[in-house]
């Protein structure tokens, strides 16, 4: 069975607790790395073996462009095609539109339960195992029924 590397990029405890039970609803074999600090999970990257991490959750709050620094610095150390960059948000994501569309990352909403965190994620990494991923960056992971306009539900 195939599983699934994770790293949350979070400095709040409660929002790794938080995706540690998402982690436990996923149908699959999960496991996450929870950082604090953009910089520690740069570093880690050089050591994550043998293989990059499916995605990357970064959570991007106030102030955005802080959010954009760090995105620009994930983007260039993790190999594009193999690890998705998902911002993590309560923000409207009109905001924060114009980067993610210009990295292609994805962006997922805070305060929405775990189920359906699990849920998009679940179906993120069930569709980019098949060859015709149609999902577009920039869509929020949790709007729409199918994959079809870019959005995951």
């Known amino acids: 069975m195939k ?4 790293l949350l990029i979070d400095d ?3 929002e790794h607790l938080i995706f540690s039970m998402v982690i436990s609803e996923l149908p699959v ?3 996450c790395q929870y950082y604090f ?3 520690d999970a740069i570093d880690s990257l050089g050591m994550i073996t043998p293989r990059s991490p499916d995605a990357i959750l970064l959570t991007c709050g106030a102030p955005v462009t802080r959010a954009e620094s760090s995105v620009v610095s994930l983007h260039q150390v993790i190999q594009p095609g193999a690890t998705k ?12 539109m114009p980067w993610i569309n210009q990295y292609g990352c994805y ?3 805070k305060s929405v339960s775990v189920q359906e965190i699990a849920s998009a994620l679940a179906l993120l990494l069930s569709e980019a195992d098949q ?9 929020n992971l949790l709007e ?6 870019g959005a995951i539900a």
Request: glycine share 4%.
């Open 29 to 31: 074999l999960a496991h």
């Open 3 to 6: 599983s699934y590397e994770f």
């Open 107 to 109: 962006y997922l909403q």
């Open 12 to 14: 709040d405890p409660d």
């Open 131 to 139: 060859t015709a991923f149609t999902a577009e960056p920039g869509k």
């Open 144 to 149: 729409g029924p199918s994959l079809d306009s």
């Open 85 to 96: 960059l998902i911002c993590y948000s309560a923000f409207d994501r009109t905001a924060l």
């Open 37 to 39: 600090r953009v910089q």
